[in-house]
Nanobody, 120 residues
Framework: VQLQASGGGLVQPGGSLRLSCAAS????????MGWYRQAPGNVRELVAT???????NYADSVKGRFTISRDNAKNAVYLEMSSLRPEDTAVYCC???????????????WGQGTLVTVSS
């Protein structure tokens, strides 16, 4: 199983970006999906999660500005980020709790990080 993230880049304060992450390989089912971020010198922070039933959860720092969604047909999760602030600068990593086959237990799989830089 592999997760491929994309969409990071440089954006000015107040701007928007959309991150994407797609899972591939042996996938029987996907439960929760989400995004973490880590800024230099900081601990990893949970940004947003979306459960299999589409319930969502957000860090207080991004509520009202970020929106997480998923496309089950594409095994993908997205993060729409708006009103970006310099403090949103971080490496963003996606994850998914995946059951590879019907006989295997679910495990968390991680994508590579994608850098988001918010600066003028």
């Amino acid at each position: 199983v592999q997760l491929q993230a994309s969409g990071g880049g440089l954006v000015q304060p107040g701007g928007s970006l959309r991150l994407s992450c797609a899972a591939s390989g042996s996938i029987f089912s996907i439960n929760a999906m989400g995004w973490y971020r880590q800024a230099p010198g900081n601990v990893r922070e949970l940004v947003a999660t979306i459960a299999g039933g589409d319930s969502t959860n957000y860090a207080d720092s991004v509520k009202g500005r970020f929106t997480i969604s998923r496309d089950n047909a594409k095994n993908a999760v997205y993060l729409e980020m708006s009103s970006l602030r310099p403090e949103d600068t971080a490496v963003y990593c996606c994850y998914a709790r995946i059951r590879p086959t019907s006989t295997m237990a679910a495990n968390n799989y991680w994508g590579q990080g994608t850098l988001v830089t918010v600066s003028s």
